[in-house]
T-cell receptor, first 114, second 114 residues
Framework: AQKVTQAQTEISVVEKEDVTLDCVYE???????LFWYKQPPSGELVFLIR??????QNEISGRYSWNFQKSTSSFNFTITASQVVDSAVYFC???????????FGAGTRLTVKP | DAGVTQSPTHLIKTRGQQVTLRCSPKSGHDTVSWYQQALGQGPQFIFQ???????QRGNFPDRFSGHQFPNYSSELNVNALLLGDSALYLC?????????????FGNGTRLTVT
């Protein structure tokens, strides 16, 4: 099966706290891509990052960082020093040659309180 | 540079009616995918259009159909609406059908079936 699991339905933190959003995936493909998207209240999914299955190097972009571990089939997303504007639903997604669409997890709703 | 645009923003229909949703892809993109996002869930793939043909299809009944025009814009049609069709319908575009391309999403059309 090709699927993405985001076990955390909702997370609430206070501004300036660090927060990690978990993502676990399953796929039979040896080559695949993982993505993170942010969905603010406006509804539009905003692309944040793409990672291919052969690149396990962690990535940092400003306050955002991503930890990809093939050994545990996880692609976790950390926001450092969270801000109110980070409040949104975050989706992890998976795509590969063995299936015909981008598979999304159920999402994690992050609320950052001032 | 215009992103993905969808119309209408909101729509209320009665069970049994038919509905047409419209999407214009991001400039330079020739592939359009449609997703259904029920409340509190991740987007579910409906189908993908490329070169005016349906290339891929998710697990949706034939009541869901679509079309792509020569200018790459697309329509999603749903016949014989059911209460369960109430959802946010998202259009996404990409430059080609490659599975490693990030999808660029519109703000969606919120469909309510009463």
């Amino acid at each position: 099966a090709q699927k993405v699991t985001q076990a955390q339905t909702e997370i609430s933190v206070v501004e300036k706290e660090d927060v990690t959003l978990d993502c676990v995936y399953e796929t039979r493909d040896t080559t695949y891509y993982l993505f993170w998207y942010k969905q603010p209240p406006s509804g539009e999914l905003v692309f944040l990052i793409r990672r291919n299955s052969f690149d396990e190097q962690n990535e940092i972009s400003g306050r955002y960082s991503w930890n990809f571990q093939k050994s545990t089939s996880s692609f976790n997303f950390t926001i450092t020093a969270s801000q109110v504007v980070d409040s949104a639903v975050y989706f992890c997604a998976l795509s590969g040659p063995g299936f015909n669409d981008m598979r999304f997890g159920a999402g994690t709703r992050l609320t950052v309180k001032p | 540079d215009a992103g993905v645009t969808q119309s209408p923003t909101h729509l209320i229909k009665t069970r049994g009616q038919q509905v047409t949703l419209r999407c214009s892809p991001k400039s330079g993109h020739d592939t359009v995918s449609w997703y259904q996002q029920a409340l509190g869930q991740g987007p579910q793939f409906i189908f993908q259009y490329y070169e005016e043909e349906e290339r891929q299809r998710g697990n949706f009944p034939d009541r869901f159909s679509g079309h792509q025009f020569p200018n790459y814009s697309s329509e999603l049609n749903v016949n014989a609406l059911l209460l369960g069709d109430s959802a946010l319908y998202l259009c996404a575009s990409s430059p080609g059908t490659a599975y490693n391309s990030p999808l660029h999403f519109g703000n969606g059309t919120r469909l309510t079936v009463t």
